[in-house]
Nanobody
Framework: QVQLVESGGGLVQPGGSLRLSCAAS????????MGWYRQAAGKQRELVAV???????NYADSVKGRFTISRDNAKNTVYLQMNILKPEDTAVYYC??????????WGQGTQVTVSS
């Protein structure tokens, strides 16, 4: 019943920007947090940014100052504004919906490629 639809990925040059969106729908009555994870080729999936529905945010050190996570609680939508993109940002980005400490849903993933 719960669905997460991601959009906004693509190919950009180093220094460019992208904005990812993730809209959650379905049987959602209470959200603990929403966030973004990424997995680069050959690497472990890592946290990029997370935001509680109260607006408390956390970022990976590698993206601080460049990425901004935001949300629209009424629409159950989370965004990730990515600026000054670097080749090392290349990864599949996954939206995460946390309904509780142990209940998580994931988006389908969207590819972000930073290359000249």
């Amino acid at each position: 019943q719960v669905q997460l639809v991601e959009s906004g990925g693509g190919l950009v040059q180093p220094g460019g920007s992208l904005r990812l969106s993730c809209a959650a729908s379905g049987s959602i009555f209470s959200i603990y947090a929403m966030g973004w994870y990424r997995q680069a080729a050959g690497k472990q999936r890592e946290l990029v940014a997370v935001i509680s529905m109260g607006g408390v945010t956390n970022y990976a050190d590698s993206v601080k100052g460049r990425f901004t996570i935001s949300r629209d609680n009424a629409k159950n939508t989370v965004y990730l504004q990515m600026n000054i993109l670097k080749p090392e940002d290349t990864a599949v980005y996954y939206c995460n919906l946390r309904l509780g400490p142990t209940l998580n849903y994931w988006g389908q993933g969207t590819q972000v490629t930073v290359s000249s």
